[in-house]
């Protein structure tokens, strides 16, 4: 018999009793998540209640962008501005794949145009201009989009005379733009140099991870700056570090915790009373 004619054995397989899910299969979907902190499973509504933040360790997860917004402004208060600037592709830049074909997968799996998300708002009452970084979109990265919508957070707030506020979250230059990433440093640099003039506090948050240009830059530029705990700040990873000095680094070393004892930030503030910190800040400051 020749081998093309012969006729595929179709075996059935016992079936199995389905067996119930632990919750530790769930995480990430269905109604369990396990956190990355204690291993403990949380249910998901309890999880996201408490703005992602472990009820039983208080391990900070990661928060979309625009739940952020939900927990530290004044209900109904933003205002999303700069939606219409879009990513290009100056350089025709090609990696494992084209960055013309990221961007446009990115899009749709986000649902957002870049990394940051700006407008206007208030905290308290008080009006401020204020931008987040959306780590969800190509690791937070800063390229030419997201150097310009912080800049126009910046100069919104000059024009305005009111506080501005920054979360910075990101893995920190888009390596697929080049130089062109690497110039948005100096142009949000110089839009603060500008802001200095109207004497309104500029309050930088640093969340997990705040790294690269956007913590050689902007991040740690603020007259305050905050972090949440346990964040990793810094500008070259520790692993690069590491394997530059050929040294074991400290234990917690980049950490918020080590950083404010060295004196490199100002405060940590959990991510639960964020709000309060930031309202209280305004009103002494703004
Ligand atoms: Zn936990």
Redo the contacts with the bound molecule.
């Keep these: 018999m020749a081998w093309y004619s012969k006729q595929k054995k179709v075996t059935k397989k016992a079936e199995a009793p389905a067996a119930p899910q632990p919750p530790e299969a769930a995480k990430g979907e269905g109604m369990w998540n396990k ?1 990355d ?2 291993g ?1 499973v949380v249910y998901k509504a309890d999880w996201e209640a408490n703005w992602n933040v ?1 009820p ?2 208080g ?1 900070h997860d990661m928060m979309p962008v625009r739940r952020r917004f939900e927990m530290l402004l004044d209900p109904g208060s933003f205002q999303e501005l700069d939606t219409e600037l879009t990513p290009q592709d100056p350089l025709g830049f090609v990696d494992a794949k084209k960055y013309r074909d990221r961007l446009k997968s990115t899009f749709k799996n986000t649902g957002m145009r870049d990394a940051f998300v700006s407008g206007v708002g208030a905290i308290g009452g008080k009006q401020v201009s204020i931008g987040s970084f959306a780590f969800e979109f190509m690791g937070g990265s800063m390229g030419s989009v997201v150097g310009e919508k912080v800049a126009r957070v910046i100069d919104r707030a000059f024009e305005r005379r009111i506080p501005c506020i920054v979360f910075s979250s990101t893995g920190g230059a888009r390596m697929q733009e080049g130089i062109f990433s690497l110039m948005q440093m100096a142009k949000t640099s110089a839009a603060l140099n500008r802001f200095r003039g109207v004497r309104k506090p500029y309050i930088s948050v640093m969340l997990h991870p705040t790294t690269g240009g956007v913590a050689a830059s902007f991040a740690w530029l603020g007259d305050v700056v905050i972090a949440e705990p346990k964040a990793l700040i810094g500008f070259a990873g520790p692993r690069v570090i590491e394997q530059t000095i050929r040294e074991k680094l400290p234990p917690g070393f980049q950490r918020s915790e080590f950083l404010l004892e060295h004196g490199m930030i100002d405060a940590i503030v959990p991510r639960l009373e964020m709000r309060d910190k930031l309202a209280q800040l305004l009103g002494l400051l703004g």
């Design positions: 956190c902190g204690c403990e472990c039983k360790c391990h």
